[in-house]
T-cell receptor, first 110, second 114 residues
Framework: SQQGEEDPQALSIQEGENATMNCSYK?????LQWYRQNSGRGLVHLIL???NEREKHSGRLRVTLDTSKKSSSLLITASRAADTASYFC??????????WGAGTKLIIKP | EPEVTQTPSHQVTQMGQEVILRCVPISNHLYFYWYRQILGQKVEFLVSFYNNEISEKSEIFDDQFSVERPDGSNFTLKIRSTKLEDSAMYFCASEGGLSSYEQYFGPGTRLTVT
């Protein structure tokens, strides 16, 4: 399978703590994107990191990419209840197609 | 902020009926996509569309499926003869092109086939 694989499948933390989600993939990529999905809703693009980048920040989000290990991580700092959602990593392959994993279900406890 | 819209939000249909799911992508975007997500499962790519033709399609996108951009703004997905297993959330997405690569998703249409 070429899909992105998120780890862990589920994560439950206290509000204010940092949340780290990991992703591994198998194919060569053009870029890797992270998306959020609130229950029963559409997908929201969070951040894109290109294959020649190693780290990217956007607000409370920090994404890393290690193309030698074919892995990425998403860190959400100072988590809030509103961050409760499923998070998907979606590597974009050489055909410019997003490859989706099963996601990490993040629960932030108040 | 511009957004992708989809109608209807929920469609209930009987097995064997045709359905058309509608999407209005962001106006200056060049690439358009349909995905589906069966409840509790991962997102599955169906088809991508560029320059008024299909650029890629998955194995799911068989002869029962078709896409159209009839008027330069709407982007539709038609399922000719629905099956029970077509029940899912269907998401439309658009991408600006010009090496932007970020896809903007609509809120989805929940299709229920009975």
């Amino acid at each position: 399978s070429q899909q992105g694989e998120e780890d862990p499948q589920a994560l439950s933390i206290q509000e204010g703590e940092n949340a780290t989600m990991n992703c591994s993939y198998k194919t060569s990529i053009n870029n890797l994107q992270w998306y959020r999905q609130n229950s029963g809703r559409g997908l929201v693009h969070l951040i894109l990191i290109r294959s020649n980048e190693r780290e990217k920040h956007s607000g409370r989000l920090r994404v890393t990419l290690d193309t030698s290990k074919k892995s990425s991580s998403l860190l959400i700092t100072a988590s809030r209840a509103a961050d409760t959602a499923s998070y998907f990593c979606a590597p974009m392959d050489s055909n410019y197609q997003l490859i989706w994993g099963a996601g990490t279900k993040l629960i932030i406890k108040p | 902020e511009p957004e992708v819209t989809q109608t209807p939000s929920h469609q209930v249909t009987q097995m064997g009926q045709e359905v058309i799911l509608r999407c209005v992508p962001i106006s200056n975007h060049l690439y358009f996509y349909w995905y589906r997500q069966i409840l509790g499962q991962k997102v599955e790519f169906l088809v991508s569309f560029y320059n008024n033709e299909i650029s890629e399609k998955s194995e799911i996108f068989d002869d029962q499926f078709s896409v159209e951009r009839p008027d330069g703004s709407n982007f539709t997905l038609k399922i000719r003869s629905t099956k029970l297993e077509d029940s899912a959330m269907y998401f439309c997405a658009s991408e600006g092109g010009l090496s932007s690569y970020e896809q903007y998703f609509g809120p989805g249409t929940r299709l229920t086939v009975t």
